[in-house]
Nanobody, 121 residues
Framework: QVRLVESGGGLVQAGGSLRLSCAASGRTFTTYALGWFRQAPGKEREFVAAISWSGAKVDYAGSVKGRFTISTDNAKNTVYLQMNTLKPEDTAVYYC??????????????WGQGTQVTVSS
């Protein structure tokens, strides 16, 4: 079974930074896409960023492009989301997800439990 465990969330001031980690286990992820999503209170879950396991392809939501960076460390079976210049509107629960069919599929089958990110104004 694929297991995804997020960590690294917390409380930061506007303009600060955080790095989220997603530890993946249970499979060889060579052909997978790994993505980050977020959900704020009272709002629908939204896409944040995604990456092919090899790191060859990346995709970002327009609201975070230029501020967030997604990356992988294959040796550690981990995907990261480096979040800089954080804004109060970035406050949400952040989820890691995995898609066996790769980056173009956009059908994520596996999800972590989420980690809370709170940005104070």
């Amino acid at each position: 079974q694929v297991r995804l465990v997020e960590s690294g969330g917390g409380l930061v001031q506007a303009g600060g930074s955080l790095r989220l980690s997603c530890a993946a286990s249970g499979r060889t992820f060579t052909t997978y896409a790994l993505g980050w999503f977020r959900q704020a209170p009272g709002k629908e879950r939204e896409f944040v960023a995604a990456i092919s396991w090899s790191g060859a392809k990346v995709d970002y939501a327009g609201s975070v492009k230029g501020r967030f960076t997604i990356s992988t460390d294959n040796a550690k079976n981990t995907v990261y989301l480096q979040m800089n210049t954080l804004k109060p509107e970035d406050t949400a629960v952040y989820y890691c997800a995995a898609d066996p069919r790769g980056l173009a599929s956009r059908k994520y089958d596996y999800w972590g439990q989420g980690t809370q990110v709170t940005v104070s104004s």
